[in-house]
């Protein structure tokens, strides 16, 4: 029997609508999806939307997409979805597969999944760690989840919060970085507008560049730095006492480091 046929997106907000928006993309059918949500204005054409856990049909496999602060709250009133016969896929930030096992004690299998919000156009990484699996049930998990960008299983959950860091939380500094590049360009002089758009192409090429090369990003780098010429004076700037590279180590310890306190609020709740 196929596994992870129709899926329950439990809380379908800023990531879950990403994931969903993705698949369907991707080609899958809505049939596939149920959302439950309680206050989520619409669901794609053709995907159900239920608002209370007493009208979810059947399913094989449940996606939290709720906040992890909710866990306490919420866990309680979806006990009846999580049976024997369904397994558990959670997005939620720091908690880690232990604390999804004892909120839902009766579930095949828990596995933690970490995308990022490219899902919408299939170009997230998508990180997974599992417990409970069977053997054809892994690719299966990861076939789901590929249809969105590129899964890949971490089997050490220690490095799960910095991956996250990395992966889920990515994208918020890369948009950041964008920002900062074009606002420095406009105290610099250039035209906002000019700068916004001049800024935004020029990572989508590089990142897009990097992408297809046969080399490193740091060795591209330094192809874009002419000998003797104007990129390696910029370049020192950032390199100086390893300043951006020390400013991104901050960056992530900090994101991770709210996983992990996450992670312990959820181990406390009843
Ligand atoms: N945003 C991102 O880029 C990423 C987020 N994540 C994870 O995804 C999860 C969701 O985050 P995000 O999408 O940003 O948050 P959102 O607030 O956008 O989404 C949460 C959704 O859950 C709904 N919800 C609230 N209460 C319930 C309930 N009782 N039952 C069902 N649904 C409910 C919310 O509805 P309402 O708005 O009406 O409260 C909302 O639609 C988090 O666990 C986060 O860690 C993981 C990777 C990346
Ligand atoms: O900010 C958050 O907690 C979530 C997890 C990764 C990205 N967004």
Redesign the pocket.
């Known amino acids: 029997m196929p596994h992870f046929e129709k899926m329950l997106i439990?809380?379908?907000?800023?990531?879950?609508g990403a994931m969903l928006a993705g698949w369907l993309a991707a080609g899958e059918s809505a049939a596939r999806f149920t959302v439950?949500?309680?206050?989520?204005d619409a669901a794609p054409e053709g995907v159900e939307l239920i608002r209370d856990a007493s009208e979810a049909g059947s399913h094989d496999c449940v996606l939290l997409?709720?906040?992890?602060q909710?866990l306490g709250a919420?866990a309680p009133g979806i006990q009846s979805l999580t049976g024997p016969e369904v397994t558990v896929f959670s997005?939620?930030?720091g908690l880690d597969r232990a604390t999804l096992r004892d909120a839902f004690p009766a579930a095949h299998a828990h596995v933690r999944v970490?995308?990022?919000?490219a899902s919408r156009i299939g170009k997230s990484p998508v990180i997974l760690c599992e417990s409970g699996l069977t053997e054809s049930e892994k690719p299966a998990a990861l076939d789901v989840f590929g249809k969105l960008g590129t899964a890949l299983w971490l089997d050490d959950e220690r490095k799960f919060d910095i991956v996250t860091a990395l992966a889920?939380s990515g994208?918020g500094f890369v948009y950041r970085f964008i920002d900062a590049l074009a606002s420095a360009a406009v105290s610099l002089g250039v035209e906002p507008d000019m700068a916004d758009s001049l800024a935004l192409a020029t990572v989508e090429g590089s990142a897009a560049l990097a992408a297809g090369a046969d080399i490193s990003p740091g060795e591209l780098a330094d192809r874009v730095a002419s000998p003797g010429g104007m990129t390696r004076e910029g370049l020192n700037i950032l390199d100086a006492d390893n300043a951006l590279k020390n400013l991104l180590v901050e960056t992530l310890r900090a994101t991770a480091d709210k996983g992990a306190e996450l992670g312990r609020g959820a181990a406390k709740q009843p």
């Open positions: 439990i809380g379908c907000g800023n990531m879950g439950l949500d309680p206050q989520l997409g709720f906040k992890p909710q919420i997005l939620l930030a970490m995308p990022n919000l889920g994208p």
